[in-house]
């Protein structure tokens, strides 16, 4: 067998692997529900791109949103709203998860998903671009997770920045890709976005973070968190 050839079966069995410990891991640890299942199956019968958070990362949002007591919940991309579900059902009494989505079909999609989860009082769903929408949001959140066009990531960071306050958490998906993020000389503008993430990161003394990798479901990928301290 050739060498290539041999890598890409390692691979899919590395895939299977990991996607069979997710499932373990989400049936155990964070089992689904029948509105987080209407979430994914509206969605994908609408066409949108199954490119959702897994269960066990909607979980983790859902578990970093309660430890920090989340009164105030900013998401930069809804898709059709399957971890804005997670997120917002973390929210204290009274509190508003503000959720940000540019495509107008995945933007009526995410308010069915959202008003069916029995949330539609605690989400509010601003449809325009990101970088359009921002400068009318009103903060501190308390947690803010960025999950929209990667190529924008360093200039949703900054406005994470502006719309938090000491202790924000800010947690930014996919910024892994399959170990594309090592591409130094990446024409991809969703890499360059993200490289230039990591820079501002890394510059930015107002912030403690790091990044994790993953893989699972959704293959190799992983996050990056930072905490507000200044
Ligand atoms: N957070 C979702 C997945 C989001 S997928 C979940 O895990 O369930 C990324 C979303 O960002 C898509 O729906 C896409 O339409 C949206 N998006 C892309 N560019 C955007 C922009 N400039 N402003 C706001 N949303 C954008
Ligand atoms: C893509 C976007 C995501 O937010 C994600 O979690 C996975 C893939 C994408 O644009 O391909
Ligand atoms: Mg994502």
Redesign the pocket.
């Known amino acids: 067998m050739v060498k290539s050839r041999r890598l890409v079966n390692n691979r899919d069995m590395s895939k299977k692997k990991w996607t069979a410990v997710d499932h373990y891991i989400d049936s155990t640890l964070a089992p689904s529900d029948a509105a987080l299942d209407a979430a994914l199956e509206s969605a994908k019968a609408a066409g ?2 199954q ?3 897994t269960a066990s ?2 979980k983790l949002l859902y578990l970093l949103a309660k430890a920090q007591g989340a009164k105030r919940i900013l ?10 579900i997670w997120m917002a059902r973390a929210l204290t009494e009274g509190g508003k998860l503000v959720t ?4 107008p079909k ?1 933007a009526q999609v995410a308010l069915e998903n959202i008003a069916r989860a029995g949330l539609a009082d605690a989400v509010e769903l601003r449809q ?4 359009d ?1 921002l400068p009318e949001v009103e903060g501190p959140f308390d947690l803010i ?1 960025i ?3 990667k190529r ?1 990531n360093a200039r949703y960071f900054e406005w994470a920045l502006k719309l938090s306050r000491k202790g924000t958490l800010i947690i930014v ?1 996919n910024v892994v890709r399959e170990g594309e993020i090592l591409d130094v000389d990446s024409t991809d503008p969703d890499i360059r976005g993200t490289r230039e993430l990591f820079e501002m990161i890394a510059a930015e003394p107002r912030v403690i973070a790091t990044a994790q990798q993953t893989v699972g479901s959704k293959g190799h990928d992983g996050f990056a968190i930072a905490l507000v301290t200044g």
Do not use: M, R
């Not at 940000?100 to 495509?103: H, I, L, T, Y």
């Open positions: 949108l791109p490119i959702s958070v990362q909607g998401e930069i991309g809804t898709l059709g709203g399957y971890s804005t940000v989505e540019a495509d995945h325009g671009k990101a970088l929408i997770f999950d929209a066009d924008n998906d």
